[in-house]
């Protein structure tokens, strides 16, 4: 019996995935899964600097962002 792709959760999903890599509904089971998906609520969006100051404002935007992402703590934070 076919399970019914909508209902289950985004784990259920990925690990039916994994399982059933070689089934005839594998592009169904993606397809459910990776409408799911929201990246641009997660994307953190960045316009082309104007100058310099800009430039380095940005990056040091950028990196603080990557720190705390990544646990890293800086001496200045």
Do not use: C
């Amino acid at each position: 019996m076919r399970p019914n792709f909508e209902k289950m959760s985004g784990k259920e999903l990925r690990e039916y995935a994994i399982a059933h890599r070689g089934d005839k509904d594998i592009d169904e089971v993606l397809n459910v899964l990776y409408s799911r998906r929201s990246p641009d609520s997660e994307a953190i969006w960045f316009h082309p600097p104007k100058n310099k100051e800009e430039e380095q404002e940005q990056f040091e935007l950028f990196k603080r962002i990557v720190d705390e992402k990544t646990g890293n703590k800086t001496a200045d934070s």
